[in-house]
């Protein structure tokens, strides 16, 4: 069986917390989209971990963690972070890395910086992990394959057409130190000594698996709204976010695919530009932030203070409506105790209209929200195992979000522990 943990919104749902809790009883785990521009924070017996690379299953004995074809693979990244997690006493992981994965390159994280600095104000706050670079090469057809490292003849040749390209860039537009093909080939060398050990047919190896009976759990990045064709283009990531796109990026079946879970945050939250209609300012998102999360609001990867803001409903309609949602896990809800009452966005205002329809960006850009405000309970549910336990409130939010979503909110997260959670028998 396999089922996909994916996030509804802008990223920083929480799918670390609930793939890290799903993958004990997984077999395999498979990250399939994006690099190390985002990252989800675990909290487990052994400290707390921001992976960015490795998928949220690498604490477990018993799981294989795939790196899976339609990764940005940033080979030296990677490597850190496996000796990262074993110096703090986790056990060493079973990691496999497709042989179809595509390299992340210094250039790629070069050219990211030089092209936001080229933007100036015009530019899309990337994180500068060089992942748009990275699949622009990928999809031109100059990005390095991993099975190509073992090929020498491939390699040097790709090499030497590959600089000349870039230095044209580099030269010309950029004004920036030219790429030394020698010190590109020597690179990928040790790229490749580094990587030689996780290789292999990782396709293969889930389709044997899933003929044993196995469990398999495919691990999104980022969410639905950050989607190069459905999220709030352009400022958008560089590789699909949904779980339609989990079957190419770990090489199954479309049909394998039996669940879908998608993470949707109690608040909203977002780091980085793009349209936000839910967004707050000032003092209300501080005290938001200041709540947020285990230590508060602050990207994985970047440190950078989250934008804050209240529950969108329509934009998490949207979001598990094109995720292809069959259940949904609503997490941080324990952060809302200490409001008197709580706004949920329920429509936008868009030119004098009301709509409860998710637009395209250029109407988005002029999307007002539309407010319906829901008394808040106003009590520590950290704690509580059972949903009765919850207070009234509480229930009446976590109920509004359902019906506004249509889809059966099946886990409530009420902590940043792997095992505070809610989970909620559906009548």
């Known amino acids: 069986m396999v089922r996909a943990i994916v996030g509804a919104n802008w990223g920083d749902e929480g799918k670390g917390k609930i793939t890290d809790m799903l993958g004990e009883k997984s077999d395999i785990i498979v990250r399939f989209q994006g690099g190390s521009n985002a990252g989800h924070t675990i909290i487990n017996e052994y400290g707390k971990f921001a992976l960015h690379l490795l998928p949220s299953g690498v604490f ?10 339609g990764v940005a693979l940033n080979i030296p990244y990677l490597q850190k972070e496996i000796d990262d997690i074993v110096s703090k006493g986790v056990p060493k992981p079973h990691i496999l890395v497709s042989d179809r994965a595509q390299i992340l390159m210094p250039y790629h994280i070069d050219f990211d910086a030089y092209e936001e600095e080229r933007l100036g104000g015009k530019a ?17 057809k100059i990005g390095f394959q991993v099975s190509e490292l073992f090929d020498e003849d491939t390699l040097v040749e790709k090499v030497a057409r590959v600089a000349e390209q870039k230095n044209i860039l580099l030269e010309h537009m950029y004004h920036k130190p030219l790429i030394d093909p020698k010190e590109l080939l020597e690179t990928l060398h040790e790229y490749r000594d580094m990587v030689a050990p996780y290789v292999c047919d990782t396709s293969l190896y889930i389709s044997n698996a899933l003929k044993e009976g ?59 530009a793009g349209e936000f209609v839910s967004e707050i300012f000032g ?21 950078r203070p989250r934008r804050m803001g209240w529950f969108d409903a329509v934009a998490s309609r949207y979001g598990v409506r094109m995720q292809g949602a069959t259940e949904v896990a609503l997490t941080v809800l324990d952060v809302l105790g200490y409001l008197d009452e709580i706004p949920v966005c329920v429509g936008y205002e868009i030119d004098g209209e009301v709509t409860k329809d998710f ?3 250029a109407k988005l850009k002029k999307a007002k929200p539309v407010y319906e405000v829901l008394p808040g309970w106003k009590e520590e549910i950290r704690g509580i195992t059972k949903y009765e336990d919850l207070p009234e409130n509480c229930r009446k939010y976590i109920e509004f979000i359902e019906k506004e979503l249509g889809v059966p909110v099946t886990m409530v997260s009420n902590g940043p522990g792997r095992h505070e959670i809610i989970h909620r028998a559906q009548a």
């Open 124 to 140: 899309f706050g990337s994180t500068k992990s060089g992942i748009a670079p990275f699949y622009s090469d990928k999809y031109a």
């Open 214 to 272: 196995k469990t398999v759990l495919l691990e999104g990045q980022l969410g639905t709204l950050k989607d190069p064709d459905f999220g709030i283009y352009p400022m958008v990531t560089s590789s699909s976010t949904l779980a339609a796109y989990g079957a190419i990026g770990a090489g199954i079946a479309p049909y394998e695919i039996k669940d879908i879970i998608t993470v949707v945050k109690a608040y909203s939250s977002a780091v980085g």
């Open 359 to 361: 637009p395209v960006t």
């Open 283 to 303: 003092d209300e998102a501080d005290e938001l932030r200041r709540r947020g999360g285990d230590g508060g609001e602050f990207g994985a990867t970047t440190g």
């Open 60 to 69: 477990y004995q018993h799981t294989t963690c795939i790196i899976g074809n």
